[in-house]
């Protein structure tokens, strides 16, 4: 796997810094960024914070391993903490974001996986596109999803792993899952989407294809650094083999102008957003001022 420094599009960015038209080049090209340390060490803490509290909160937005009882996702996680609706709304993402997807955005999705230590499980290799296609009508791919590392991401903790360029072939041909999720009992059918048992996976030889021929990167890096990825990049994590969990928080970004007809949408809200106003930013300091949930 090549992972040396300076393989995979790693800029050491500021934390004011805004993605520049020759990043949104690497991204185009790669289909994704990593921006380290674009977060400071006391932003992440306000994140963090957060994420403890939702991962303690009974809801039926949190998903669990197939334990039961290890916390696995919380999803919706921007329309109920008001550190997560100022993380989503942070200029450092939602310019990234406007930059790359080349107009103004809104919040498709968020979650907080939360790759608990010792054990929290894999994500196998999927491509997101094809969920968003195939169960929201999602027009296009034109969404980018922003993962904010909550967590130091290691080698041992489960980084999550993409294959360099596979977003320019489209939809790669997929094996399709839809029988019984071992652990879930009668679970709703969206929870299909959500499990280390994924619905929509990657053909072997399609993956075997792509990533003999481009390579396999697993951006690692301090807590608060963020990775910008592609929704038809070639994705997967490992399960966390580390005594310390790896939380990450993503917020997907869709264009405006590629919303789904909502009347066409039968998943709940917390899973795709009904709300494709543009999004308004917050002031760059509010993760500083964002202390207290909603
Ligand atoms: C994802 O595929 O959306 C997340 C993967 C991960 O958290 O490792
Ligand atoms: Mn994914």
């Known amino acids: 796997m090549g992972n040396e420094p300076g393989e995979h599009p790693t ?40 994420a403890l509290a939702a991962g303690a909160q009974e809801s039926e937005r949190r998903v669990f391993e197939s334990d039961g009882v290890t916390v696995r996702s919380v999803y919706g996680i921007h329309e109920h903490d008001g550190r997560f609706a100022a993380l989503a709304r942070h200029p450092r993402l939602v310019d990234a974001a406007r930059r790359i997807l080349g107009g103004d955005v809104y919040v498709y999705q968020s979650k907080l996986n939360a790759k608990a230590a010792l054990g929290g499980d894999l994500w196998p290799w999927h491509q997101d596109y094809i969920f968003w296609r195939n169960e929201d009508a999602m027009p296009a791919p034109r969404a980018v999803t922003a993962a904010v590392f909550v967590d130091d991401v290691t080698e041992l903790n489960g980084p999550i792993a993409l294959v360099p360029g596979s977003h ?12 019984e999720l071992a652990g879930y009992g009668t679970s709703p059918a969206w929870m299909a989407n959500l499990v280390a048992r994924l619905k929509y996976t990657i053909q072997r030889e ?7 021929a481009h ?9 608060g650094s963020v990775l910008l990825f592609d929704c038809n990049i070639a994705h997967a994590s490992a399960m ?20 789904p007809d909502i009347k066409a949408l039968h998943r709940p809200e917390f899973l795709v957003s009904r709300d494709s106003q543009p999004i308004e930013v917050v002031a760059d300091d509010a993760l500083r001022l964002a202390g207290a949930p909603a």
Do not use: I
């Not at 697993?218 to 807590?223: D, E, M, V």
């Open 240 to 259: 966390n083999l580390s005594p310390y969990p790896r939380t990450v928080a993503l917020f997907t970004y869709n264009r405006v102008d590629n919303a």
């Open 168 to 179: 320019k072939g489209g939809v790669l041909p997929y094996d399709t899952w839809n029988g």
């Open 206 to 212: 399609a993956l075997l294809g792509v990533a003999l």
């Open 11 to 50: 800029m050491r960015a500021p934390s004011s810094a805004r993605v520049s038209t020759t990043m949104a080049d690497v991204y185009q090209r790669e289909g994704f960024v990593f921006l380290e340390n674009l977060f400071s060490a006391g932003e992440v803490e306000t994140v963090r914070a957060a």
């Open 215 to 223: 390579g396999v990167v697993t951006p690692k890096a301090k807590a």
